[in-house]
């Protein structure tokens, strides 16, 4: 089954033509490939690591493609372009993609996964369940969060259906280790600080936050006289991205909780700025299309 769109047909997307400045331009519905579907979005998750991106950094070059760097998307397929029989036109999905600012984007039908009704940004879902997968915490241990935000919320719902114990460290939280396993989900100097800190001889530090934004420094010595293993837990491979997505909708978890602060598109740059600054209550800024 292949429904098609015109190739003249035009879309709205976000353009980031300088930093901290997005603009709506009207671009050409993309036209998906064989083996691709084309997908209208619903909704796109602005991401902690695109921070640096729209804040800008020396090593940035603008404008950006439209509808970057969006890749947080669900939406419903609209189209296919040929030799894919699943997902169908009409189904909704998460998907993998890097252009979810805009109101159709297109992505490899292997990266796409069907979802029920509701907002489901899918791949920091999966981030979080592939943390949970390499942090390898059995029932009964008890694991350190350091960073509560969104991906440390996911990473501690999981593993507290696995049976694992979490202790939640905010900034001002009066926590001492030692600790098996720490996990940290905050991207900062600070918090890569904190979180070694609280490993314990022998134990694990699996950093699961985005460090986009430029090099850190470690206490490597400390890390090496108690012998900790420490885990990057980010994967490369797309396919593992899309295990994580199957394994999360099956999980069933509750999501749109999560996404606290909503814009609409021609409103991104708030979006961003409510992700930097953080207020009170925040734990996801998402768009509206």
């Known amino acids: 089954m292949t429904a098609t769109v015109a190739r003249s047909a035009t879309m709205r997307a976000a353009v980031i033509g300088q930093p901290r400045t997005a603009r709506l331009e009207r671009a050409e519905v993309p ?10 979005i619903e909704g796109c998750g602005v991401c902690a690591s695109d921070l640096p991106l729209w804040e800008g950094r020396s090593w940035f070059s603008y404008p950006l493609e439209p509808g970057a760097p969006g890749h947080e998307p669900w ?8 030799g894919v029989d ?3 036109p009409g189904e909704r999905v998460t998907l993998l993609c890097e252009r979810g600012f805009a109101e159709y984007a297109v992505a490899p039908a292997a990266h796409c996964v069907r979802t029920g009704e509701g907002a489901f940004p899918g791949e920091p879902v999966a981030c979080a369940v592939n943390i949970v997968r390499r942090a390898a915490a059995r029932p009964g241990e008890v694991v350190a969060i350091v960073g509560v935000g969104f991906l440390g919320t996911l990473v501690r719902l ?4 696995n049976g694992v114990e979490t202790v939640p460290v905010r900034r001002t939280s009066a926590v001492d280790g030692p600790f098996v396993c720490v996990i940290e989900c905050a ?11 609280l490993v314990g001889e022998r134990g694990r530090l699996v950093i699961a936050g985005y460090h986009q934004d430029g090099r850190r420094t470690v206490d490597l ?4 006289w108690r012998g900790i293993d420490v885990v990057n837990a980010h994967e490369r491979d797309p396919l593992a991205y899309v295990d994580a997505m199957h394994e999360a ?3 069933g978890l509750d999501v749109e909780p999560l996404l606290t602060h909503r814009f609409p598109l021609e409103r991104l740059d708030d979006a961003f700025e409510a992700a930097r600054t953080r207020g009170r209550g925040f734990l996801k800024a998402w768009v509206e299309l």
Not at 31 to 40: D, N, T
Not at 158 to 161: G, K, N, V
Not at 187 to 197: E, H, I, K, M, V
Request: hydrophobic share 40%.
């Open 31 to 40: 036209e998906p490939a064989p083996g691709e579907v084309l997908v209208r």
């Open 86 to 88: 699943n997902p169908l």
């Open 249 to 251: 909708v099956a999980l």
């Open 221 to 224: 010595q400390s890390w090496n």
């Open 75 to 82: 939406g419903v397929v609209e189209a296919s372009g040929g």
């Open 187 to 197: 991207g900062t100097q600070q918090a890569l600080d904190r979180a070694s800190s």
């Open 158 to 161: 999981i593993l507290e259906r």
